[in-house]
């Protein structure tokens, strides 16, 4: 596996498994160990997505001993005057006594406080890594001017039709590597693995276009977290660091760039006023 090294010397795998919607009891578990049968190491979660006791279960009994495991949660907004308790219960329903990397998921509310408590639980050696999701720059510059460890990652969505060009300069500046979430566009949109500039790098490197979706992240030194329940395509999207992309082909995959995230900017009231709705 590769890796991209936080500013404290953490290493975080290349590419990841993401758990949103992995729910089910069987069905779930068994893409879980699907996932670390395929080589995967890095497993994120999130309070939000209801399955920490789910993800917890499957991992304990991976066989794969904790340390070569890297296990993310994600803060919920809501709990962001007082999250102690609901991360202690992070800790438990994944059944860890150290979190590998534990994200603040939205820039919602009182993240500020939330920051605090994650930098707390840092220092005694809880949590090996600290980071934000949904950040965009401005509100990323902020929280860096005013908090005393920097976020070490932001997680935030990137893919063909949402690169985020001018905001990944921004993060460059200021030194916070990302990690890709929906690098297949959510599942919102199955016309991106039939863009022509896609599927001509599939067929000239004998890859799938989901492949060389993933591969065109991973290639910028982004890190990926593509979810699948599906066993050939949970190893398919493993399978992605043993090619590179020509120039010509990175160039051909940017101008798909429609500047449109599947899941929403943290500034899109339409998604604000849906996630504070929403009852979990
Ligand atoms: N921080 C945040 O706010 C945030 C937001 C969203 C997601 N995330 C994280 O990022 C992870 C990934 O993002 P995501 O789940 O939104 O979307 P994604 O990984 O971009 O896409 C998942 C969808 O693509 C399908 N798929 C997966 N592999 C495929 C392949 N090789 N070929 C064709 N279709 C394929 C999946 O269906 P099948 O399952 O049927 O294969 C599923 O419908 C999440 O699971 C979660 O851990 C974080």
């Known amino acids: 596996m590769e890796f991209i090294v936080l500013s404290n010397n953490v290493k975080v795998p290349l590419v990841g498994f993401g758990t949103y919607k992995v729910n089910?009891?069987?069905?779930?578990?068994?893409?879980?160990?699907?996932?670390?049968?395929?080589?995967?190491?890095?497993?994120?979660?999130?309070?939000?997505?209801?399955?920490?006791?789910?993800?917890?279960?499957?991992?304990?009994?991976?066989?794969?001993?904790?340390?070569?495991?890297?296990?993310?949660?994600?803060?919920?907004?809501?709990?962001?005057?007082?999250?102690?308790?609901?991360?202690?219960?992070?800790?438990?329903?994944?059944?860890?006594?150290?979190?590998?990397?534990?994200?603040?998921?939205?820039?919602?509310?009182?993240?500020?406080?939330?920051?605090?408590?994650?930098?707390?639980?840092?220092?005694?050696?809880?949590?090996?890594?600290?980071?934000?999701?949904?950040?965009?720059?401005?509100?990323?510059?902020?929280?860096?001017?005013?908090?005393?460890?920097?976020?070490?990652?932001?997680?935030?969505?990137?893919?063909?039709?949402?690169?985020?060009?001018?905001?990944?300069?921004?993060?460059?500046?200021?030194?916070?590597?990302?990690?890709?979430?929906s690098p297949l566009g959510h599942g919102s949109h199955p016309e991106m693995q039939q863009e022509e500039a896609v599927i001509n790098a599939a067929k000239a490197h004998n890859k799938t276009p989901a492949q060389v979706l993933i591969r065109y992240i991973t290639q910028q030194g982004i890190s990926v977290i593509p979810k699948s329940s599906n066993e050939k395509r949970i190893k398919e999207n493993f399978d992605t660091l043993d090619f590179s992309l020509s120039e010509e082909e990175m160039n051909a995959i940017s101008k798909l760039d429609k500047k449109t995230p599947s899941v929403g900017r943290s500034e899109d009231p339409i998604l604000v006023e849906r996630l504070y709705a929403k009852n979990d």
């Open 24 to 181: 089910d009891p069987v069905e779930g578990k068994r893409a879980i160990l699907d996932a670390i049968k395929a080589g995967y190491r890095l497993f994120d979660t999130a309070q939000q997505y209801g399955n920490e006791k789910l993800v917890g279960e499957a991992l304990s009994e991976c066989g794969v001993p904790r340390e070569e495991l890297f296990i993310t949660t994600k803060l919920h907004f809501k709990v962001f005057d007082n999250p102690i308790p609901r991360l202690e219960k992070s800790f438990k329903d994944l059944r860890t006594d150290y979190l590998d990397l534990v994200i603040i998921h939205w820039p919602f509310g009182n993240y500020y406080n939330a920051w605090r408590v994650l930098e707390d639980y840092y220092k005694k050696g809880k949590i090996r890594a600290i980071g934000v999701s949904n950040f965009e720059p401005g509100r990323l510059i902020d929280l860096i001017k005013n908090v005393e460890i920097k976020p070490m990652i932001n997680q935030i969505e990137i893919n063909a039709y949402c690169q985020r060009k001018e905001d990944i300069e921004w993060y460059k500046k200021f030194d916070v590597p990302l990690q890709a979430y």
